[in-house]
């Protein structure tokens, strides 16, 4: 009798540990919402503050796109747009916050195709660094 006992006690325990193990692991899995003027340089505001904290523009071997300042990205030519894929796609994912926050200071805005995968990169890495 007193087996049975013990067996349905570690049955419990083990269904409550269980239970709390799964709730914390579903807490750290939220899913982060990025607000659609986001300019993706939130991951870089977390890993290097300085970046963030001044105005210090720096350069990805994109000095060239400087020339792209103040127009709207719908106004973008197949070229232009094709100078700005060409940049991005030569990043690695961890250089994307600091490219999307030197666009920014630059003045320079992302076409909606790119801006929208530049910040899915950025989401992922946010993921990533935050387990």
């Not at 505001?45 to 904290?53: F, P």
């Not at 992302?110 to 660094?129: C, F, G, Q, T, W």
Request: aromatic content about 8%; proline content about 2%; glycine content about 6%.
């Amino acid at each position: 009798m007193w087996i049975f006992i013990f067996g349905i006690g570690i049955l419990l325990v083990t269904g409550v540990v269980a239970f709390v193990l799964t709730k914390m692991q579903k807490k750290g899995e939220e899913d982060i919402e990025i607000p659609s003027d986001c300019c993706g340089a939130h991951a870089v505001c977390e890993r290097d503050r300085l970046l963030v904290s001044t105005n210090e523009i720096i350069y990805f071997d994109d000095e060239e796109l400087d020339a792209l300042s103040g127009i709207d990205a719908v106004n973008y030519t197949s070229q232009q747009i094709k100078e700005i894929s060409e940049v991005f796609y030569s990043l690695r994912e961890s250089d994307v916050a600091g490219w999307l926050r030197s666009l920014q200071l630059r003045n320079i805005e992302l076409p909606e195709s790119i801006k929208e995968e530049a910040l899915l990169v950025v989401s992922e890495r946010r993921r990533i660094e935050a387990f």
